[in-house]
């Protein structure tokens, strides 16, 4: 056994060096095996300590329940694809970054430090040594105020600030439950359309349908129906004396319910023309045709006129009027 302890002490040093694995060939390899690593208040300050050749991006968190943290929970998923998508990419290391999170339950103290209220925060450190190097040691942060990002947004923040390296794209796993229903619901679609376009054809081609339909869009577009849908306007509003102001002064502005009361005025009126230009002529009896045209000649007249006075409300330099409207 005497050659025993000069094999040991002649073993020691090679075992030393083996112990000292670079920082970033040690994190590299875990995150290889589980992306992103998980960290704890020792590891991240030994992962983010100076000097460093290699850039490092960790999110601090907090998902324990009893936090309450929404924003970690969503953001959580999109920051493990963005990690597996990356490392699986860079299987080499060359891109020189690591991928890491850590939870406030694993790094209180680190949390404290920092000075942290808020969760998640993303950290980008960049390298200190190498070719890659920076002048200012500071982390860059991640703003959260617009809400969870995306992976591919987080990527695309990363990559900016790691200029002449390689950038593995996001790779999202192809969701097979969404692609089944989309095609069993396709092709039922389908199946249906197939079984019922016996019927629905008659319909598509019936012109009175379209022809309602496209009354019921001019009316609509006619009316102010957009500008309602653009502006936002009130519905109605007060006179100041208790009562309802339902037509808005200047042709500038106009009430919700003034674009209804102005749609069905307009509908009367076309109605009105069309039983004048359809329907009374293709009446036989003299005395009833002779009604109609007395009957939508006065609807005609007083609708109009009626429109008239509604457009001197809005604006009194309005030239045009009809009795009784005036």
Wanted: aromatic content about 12%; charged content about 15%; hydrophobic content about 45%.
């Amino acid at each position: 056994m005497r050659w025993l302890s000069p094999l040991l002490s002649a073993a020691l040093p090679f075992g030393a060096f083996a112990a000292k694995k670079p920082v970033f060939e040690e994190y590299h390899t875990k995150a290889l095996t589980s992306a992103p690593v998980k960290l704890s208040d020792s590891s991240y300050r030994k992962l983010t300590s100076a000097p460093r050749d290699y850039s490092v991006a960790v999110v601090l968190t907090a998902l324990d329940q009893k936090f309450g943290c929404g924003l970690c929970h969503e953001f959580q998923p999109e920051w493990d694809l963005l990690a597996r998508s990356w490392t699986k990419g860079d299987k080499q290391g060359d891109s020189r970054l690591v991928l890491s999170t850590l939870d406030f339950s694993d790094g209180r103290d680190t949390f404290i430090s920092l000075g942290l209220q808020t969760a998640p925060v993303l950290f980008l450190f960049q390298p200190t040594t190498g070719p890659h190097a920076v002048a200012n040691p500071e982390p860059l942060r991640y703003d959260f105020t617009s809400g969870p990002p995306t992976a591919e947004q987080i990527h695309a923040w990363i990559a900016r600030h790691l200029p002449g390296r390689p950038h593995p794209p996001v790779k999202r796993p192809v969701n097979w439950m969404g692609w089944t229903v989309a095609i069993v619901s396709g092709l039922a679609t389908v199946g249906i359309f197939a079984k019922a376009w016996p019927i629905l054809l008659p319909i598509i081609q019936n012109r009175n349908l379209w022809a309602a339909l496209s009354l019921i869009g001019i009316l609509l577009f006619t009316s102010g129906h957009m500008f309602n849908q653009i502006r936002k306007v009130p519905y109605v509003t007060g006179d100041g004396r208790g009562g309802i102001t339902y037509f808005a002064s200047g042709f500038q502005n106009q009430f919700g319910l003034e674009t209804q009361i102005i749609a069905f005025l307009y509908g009367l009126l076309s109605f009105a023309t069309i039983s004048l230009a359809i329907k009374a002529p293709r009446e036989r009896n003299p005395k009833v045709q002779q009604v109609m045209v007395i009957v939508w000649g006065c609807v005609l007249y007083l609708v109009y006129g009626f429109l008239l006075s509604i457009f001197r409300i809005k604006n009194g330099g309005y030239p045009f009027k009809l009795p009784p409207f005036v």
